[in-house]
């Protein structure tokens, strides 16, 4: 219940807080490409319930989502989106998500129901709690787009080397988290942004 607080009253004050830089990156999404300001896509949230995660949309509107991941320097990122991305403020929507109590601070990044269906017991014991927009895993991979990169088949480096190192730490933050790592995690977050 005090994460749930924690995280509707600092969800509240953050998307106050951050309007201006809101408003500001929704006109320079709108300036840079036709299209939606939102990227809105289905993950697999708490007990398997899927939602929508909300970002601001780093894409061409006209980008196909296939494949799931992005690599750095992908075509389909738009040049604004590059920046929003670099600094990560394309995440900031995320904040109406866990107002809504779809999401929270910190826990388990949500992924698609493709990965979640391929390690599906795994996420059976991950998915007790709220995804997060950040964990340990964020902080590890920041440069995550990088390493895909540099493999020579994307897809399946995320499958066999990143995934199952991300929900290694997923499944140690569910069985050891509290809210002291919580604000361990934030902070680093924000140092490394």
């Keep these: 219940m005090g994460k749930r607080i924690f995280d509707l009253v600092f969800s509240m004050l953050g998307l106050i807080v951050l309007s201006p830089v809101i408003l500001v990156a ?6 840079s ?7 809105r896509q289905e993950r697999v949230g708490r007990h398997f319930k899927v939602f929508h995660i909300c970002k601001f949309r780093t894409m061409r509107s006209d ?11 992908d075509p389909r990122v738009t040049r604004f989106g590059r920046f ?23 826990g388990p990044r949500p992924e698609v129901q493709f990965y979640v269906d391929r390690f599906r017991a795994d996420y059976e014991e991950i998915l007790k ?5 950040t964990d340990e895993a964020s902080i590890e991979f920041r440069h995550e787009g990088a390493l895909l ?3 020579s088949d994307p897809q399946e480096f995320y499958v066999t080397n990143i995934l ?6 997923a499944r140690h933050y ?13 902070f680093r977050t924000l140092i490394h942004l």
């Design 26 to 31: 929704a006109v320079g999404v709108k300036l």
């Design 33 to 39: 490409s036709s299209g939606p300001v939102f990227f």
């Design 63 to 73: 980008a196909v989502s296939d494949p799931p991941i992005t690599v750095y320097g």
């Design 84 to 106: 929003l991305r670099r600094t990560k403020l394309d995440e900031i929507p995320q904040l109406f998500n866990v107002f809504k109590g779809e999401m929270s601070f910190v």
């Design 129 to 133: 709690v709220r995804p997060g927009i």
């Design 149 to 151: 990169a540099a493999a």
């Design 164 to 169: 199952p190192r991300k929900i290694e730490l």
């Design 174 to 186: 569910v069985n050891n988290g509290h809210l002291l790592d919580d604000l361990s995690i934030i």
